[in-house]
């Protein structure tokens, strides 16, 4: 299953709203988890099951969709939320995939 | 809470086999809630998932890598382990160990901070 997210990078300030996109080759029903990534460190779950914050992380961050495409929203971008974002499918068919990744840039 | 650490030569040779061990804390190896999971990322790149293994020995592999690929558990260590042979440069990359959840989202909950595996002669 091939997964594409877009962009691929984005420029953005601080407040803004922000939305990444990702997009599944088939349905893949619910099963879509986002990660955020910093430079130099492992890949941090934000939310899975398409539309579940993972505990701990900021309301700011949410996440929709179904089937073949999905979303994440960042509803007032902070700065410590500068970052690459990738989404990744578990559905049954393996490898679980990941998108290409999505940079927020200052 | 689970805590992953990776550990392993940071440099191979072409055509040798890439061996790395991932040590868990905080919680059992042989818990019903985790797949055991390697994922690798090549610099710069692309997150790239590499297989898992479930308490009970059986491992799933990334079909592209199947025939070079081997995870493995030691539960007396509360280890698994990754071996990779014939390994060439394109197999340089950060490789990373996490928790793949047992539930059907099967969601990387907990990750360790990553090694760097260098091919090169």
């Known amino acids: 299953i091939q997964m594409t997210q877009s962009p691929s990078s984005l420029s953005a300030s601080v407040g803004d709203r922000v939305t990444i996109t990702c997009r599944a080759s088939?349905?893949?029903?619910?099963?879509l988890n986002w990660y955020q990534q910093k430079p130099g460190k492992a890949p941090n779950l934000l939310v899975y099951a398409a539309s579940t914050l993972e505990s701990g992380v900021p309301l700011r961050f949410s996440g929709s969709g179904s089937g073949t495409d999905f979303t994440l929203t960042i509803s007032s971008l902070q700065p410590e939320d500068f970052a690459t974002y990738y989404c990744q499918q578990t559905y049954s068919n393996l490898p679980f995939t990941f998108g290409g990744g999505t940079k927020v840039e200052i | 809470q689970v805590q992953l650490q990776e550990s392993g030569p940071g440099l191979v040779k072409p055509s040798q086999t890439l061996s790395l061990t991932c040590t868990v804390s905080?919680?059992?190896?042989?818990?019903?809630?985790?797949?055991w999971t390697w994922i690798r990322q090549h610099p710069g790149m692309d997150l790239e998932w590499v297989g898992y293994i479930y308490k009970t020995g059986s491992a799933y592999y990334n079909p592209s890598l199947k025939s070079r690929v081997t995870i493995s558990i030691d539960t007396s260590k509360n280890q698994f382990s990754l071996k990779l042979s014939s390994v060439t440069a394109a197999d340089t990359a950060v490789y990373y160990c996490?928790?793949?959840?047992?539930?059907?989202?099967?969601?990387?909950?907990?990750w360790g901070q990553g090694t760097l595996a260098t091919v090169s002669a």
């Open positions: 996490a928790t793949a959840a047992g539930t059907g989202d099967r969601r990387l909950s907990y």
């Open positions: 905080g919680g059992s190896i042989s818990s019903d809630d985790y797949y």
């Open positions: 088939q349905s893949i029903a619910i099963y």
